[in-house]
């Protein structure tokens, strides 16, 4: 699991449901949390990488 430090308790509390929805192997609830972590405000800047680094190489068909 990753926690940003210094990150906001928001994006830490989804970096911890992505990490347990992993896993579960829930992908649904996976995806719905890097979706959240994605469009949660940027904290100064805009984002250059997934949200996790399980998210590598998992985004295609």
């Given amino acids: 699991m990753i926690t940003t430090p210094g990150a906001c308790p928001t994006c830490q509390a989804l970096e ?3 990490a ?4 579960a192997g829930d992908q649904s609830q996976a995806v719905d949390c890097r979706v959240l972590l994605r469009r949660h405000p940027d904290h100064g800047g ?3 990488a997934p949200a996790h680094k399980s998210w590598k190489g998992k985004d295609k068909y």
Avoid at 20 to 23: F, I, M, Q, T
Wanted: hydrophobic share 30%; no cysteine; glycine share 0%.
């Fill in 46 to 48: 805009p984002p250059s």
């Fill in 16 to 18: 911890v449901r992505l």
């Fill in 20 to 23: 347990k929805a992993e896993e």
